[in-house]
């Protein structure tokens, strides 16, 4: 199957500082990627849909200017939290839709736990 | 949009017994419906997955069945093991690049 890798897998950060975190499909072209932020013992919240060469959708709720978040490329998008804060510390997963008849199937990056001090 | 309800929250079983978690979708729309397996700190995992043209389909221990009439569909593991704990996820979608939309999870807790 596809395989999707997220780097850093966990990253510890002071307050106020910017954080990136990378998704790459290593055997795959990514047309759309997806982030999501998992709080504990709960469900993948969708934060926004990445899509190669265009802008980002976010869901509502989620502020585009707090998480800026670019597709540079079929195999890359970047999730950024800028200006982090405590209230920001929690699991990030990206993943990434599989193509031809994976189409359907969303493979999933190892995560990024993020604690902002 | 897609409102997916997953029940229940925590399912707590002995060894060699079975775990039934139960999703219901509100989008009659949808037609493709994955399940996916999360142990504690990792990626999740597709286990099985189901569309809407098939009412079960199985996998070793594994099977899932959808009712599209009532628009529900449920994951059964057979002969549970301590490796199956897991948080479980099931979801729904229109397939295709679709985006799923998540049930809240079951934390499986299966005892030796």
């Known amino acids: 199957g596809a395989v999707v890798s997220q780097h850093p897998s966990r990253v510890i950060c002071k307050s106020g500082t910017s954080v990136k975190i990378e998704c790459r499909s290593l055997d795959f072209q990514a047309t759309t990627m997806f982030w999501y932020r998992q709080f504990p013992k709960q469900s993948l919240m969708l934060m926004a849909t990445?899509?190669?060469?265009?802008?980002?959708?976010?869901e509502q709720g989620v502020e585009k200017d707090k998480f800026l978040i670019n597709h540079a490329s079929l195999t890359l998008s970047t999730l950024t939290v800028t200006s982090a804060h405590p209230e920001d510390s929690s699991f990030y997963i990206c993943?990434?839709?599989?193509?031809?008849?994976?189409?359907?199937?969303?493979?999933f990056g190892a995560g990024t736990r993020l604690s902002v001090l | 949009g897609e409102n997916v309800e997953q029940h229940p929250s925590t399912l707590s079983v002995q060894e060699g017994d079975s775990a039934v978690i139960k999703c219901t979708y509100s989008?009659?729309?949808?037609?493709?419906f994955p399940w996916y397996k999360q142990e504690l700190g990792k990626r999740p995992q597709l286990i099985i997955d189901i569309r809407s043209n098939v009412g079960e389909k199985k996998d070793q221990r594994i099977a899932v069945t959808l009712n599209k009439t009532a628009k529900h569909f449920s994951l059964h593991i057979t002969e549970t093991q301590p490796e199956d704990s897991a948080v479980y996820f099931c979801?729904?979608?229109?397939?295709?690049?679709?985006?799923?939309?998540f049930g809240r999870g079951t934390s499986l807790i299966v005892h030796p």
């Open positions: 990445s899509n190669e060469g265009s802008k980002a959708t976010y």
């Open positions: 979801a729904a979608s229109l397939g295709g690049s679709y985006i799923p939309t």
């Open positions: 993943s990434a839709s599989g193509t031809g008849r994976d189409k359907n199937i969303q493979y």
């Open positions: 989008d009659s729309a949808s037609n493709y």
